[in-house]
């Protein structure tokens, strides 16, 4: 089993702030999934990405399979980015996910 | 495309009736999974299926829950008899070629309140 670990747990930060949330996991993977998960909402995927960088608005995602570790960025963050962000990982055979245990975020007008 | 809808949203139910939860896939995705989410555990995978053959249900917590998928379009989940401690979120999510090749989509949630 892939054992997937997230940091910082919570994160408070002021409008406008570039944000940052790290994820990292035990075993080779060919993907990995960034989730955002509202508060009492349905799970949203953000990305999968397998390599390098992928960008969608104010979201970057990296990721760096060597060092097994991938990062979640946020540019000029806004308070409706108040979310729980997740990462996700394969385990190494099967279909199944390992889940991080989230990241709160809250952004603060 | 409508994305993965479950059925019902919420559901409020008295310990010991029968709780069955549904979920559509997106259509053409060859894998279908169900989670429950807690406070208390997280994300925690129950079953999935591909091509509709259920591959790996080891999370299935006991006897009391079953699920099937009779064709692509079609999942249920059931509980019988729930307990109070069965309440929780359940997800259900399809993707196409696995969640280790591509984007796996999430319904809205079923809210399960068992009293």
């Known amino acids: 089993k892939n054992e997937v670990e997230q940091s910082p747990q919570n994160l408070t930060a002021q409008e406008g702030e570039f944000i940052t949330i790290n994820c990292s996991y035990s075993v080779g993977i060919s993907a990995l999934h960034w989730l955002q998960q509202h508060p009492g909402g349905g799970i949203v995927s953000l990305f999968m990405l397998s390599s390098g960088k992928k960008k969608h608005g104010r979201l970057i995602a990296t990721i760096n399979i060597q060092e097994k570790h991938s990062s979640l960025h946020i540019t000029a963050s806004h308070p409706r980015d108040s979310a729980v962000y997740i990462c996700a990982a394969p385990n190494f055979g099967n279909e199944k996910l390992t889940f991080g245990t989230g990241t709160r975020l809250t952004i603060i007008p | 495309d409508a994305g993965v809808i479950q059925s019902p949203r919420h559901e409020v139910t008295e310990m010991g009736q029968e709780v069955t939860l549904r979920c559509k896939p997106i259509?053409?995705?060859?894998?279908l999974f169900w989670y429950r989410q807690t406070m208390m555990r997280g994300l925690e995978l129950l079953i999935y299926f591909n091509n509709n053959v259920p591959i790996d249900d080891s999370g299935m917590p006991e006897d009391r829950f079953s699920a099937k998928m009779p064709n692509a379009s079609f999942s249920t989940l059931k509980i019988q008899p729930s307990e109070p401690r069965d309440s929780a979120v359940y997800f259900c999510?399809?993707?196409?070629?696995?969640?280790?090749?591509?984007?796996?989509?999430f319904g809205e949630g079923s809210w399960l309140t068992v009293v």
């Open positions: 259509s053409g995705h060859d894998y």
């Open positions: 999510a399809s993707t196409w070629g696995g969640p280790s090749r591509n984007t796996i989509y």
